[in-house]
């Protein structure tokens, strides 16, 4: 018999901030219907948060929250890092990072299980210290077959698909490397268990 969806693990999601000319103030969020679709088909419940930095709204979704989802959308701006400009750098939305910080940082204090996929990992680096590449070169391919590549994983190699031109650079205190890219771009990290 299914689980009930009110009983499943609620899996919070800040969405992607996008440009949406047709609004009159032209902002909009968006959230792919791939990373909610694949929460329900691991029996979660995914729970597409309004975008926003209003600590109190924030703070009622994560009491009632099991699990943090930080994906992919803009880049990070390098203000938050220490960083400097780049040109390259685009979809940079300043109420996304405050709430994606805001939402890591809570999430550690509360030891709520959090996994960030692209953007993700590398907000989940700032928040707690690190710092990013503004733009890699070479990394992001072209083409749509060409993203997959082969990733450093623990001794051994796996196929990922992997497209980015910000990447972690230097690691958050406490976090550890788990997989590199052929070209040495973190993939992913994790924070070991005290």
């Known amino acids: 018999m299914p689980t009930p969806l ?10 992607d901030a996008v440009v ?28 597409i948060l309004p975008l926003t930095a209003n600590r109190r709204v924030l703070q009622e979704f ?7 989802l930080l994906i992919g959308g803009g880049d990070v701006n390098p203000r938050r890092y220490g960083g400097r400009p780049h040109p390259k750098i ?3 939305d300043d109420t996304r990072d405050e709430m994606e910080i805001h939402l890591c940082r809570a999430a550690r204090r ?6 960030g996929i ?7 680096n700032v928040a707690f ?11 992001a391919h072209p083409q749509p077959t060409a993203r997959v590549h082969r990733l450093r994983w623990g001794r051994g190699w796996i196929e990922v698909n992997s497209s980015h031109h910000q990447a972690v650079d230097r690691v958050a205190p406490g976090f ?4 590199r890219a052929a070209d040495g771009t973190v993939e992913a990290m994790e924070l070991p268990a005290a």
Request: with cysteine; net charge positive; hydrophobic share 40%.
């Open 129 to 139: 210290g690190g710092t990013l590449h503004p733009h890699i070169t070479g990394h």
């Open 62 to 68: 994560l009491d009632d929250a099991d699990g943090l």
């Open 6 to 15: 009110a009983r499943r693990p609620r899996i919070i999601i800040p969405p």
């Open 118 to 124: 692209c953007r993700g990992i590398q907000i989940i």
């Open 176 to 179: 550890v490397v788990t997989a």
């Open 90 to 92: 685009s979809g940079v």
């Open 110 to 115: 509360r030891d709520l299980p959090t996994l």
């Open 20 to 47: 949406l000319p047709s609004r009159m103030d032209g902002r909009g969020a968006f959230c792919g219907l791939s990373y909610s679709e694949a929460i329900l088909a691991a029996g979660g419940r995914p729970v």
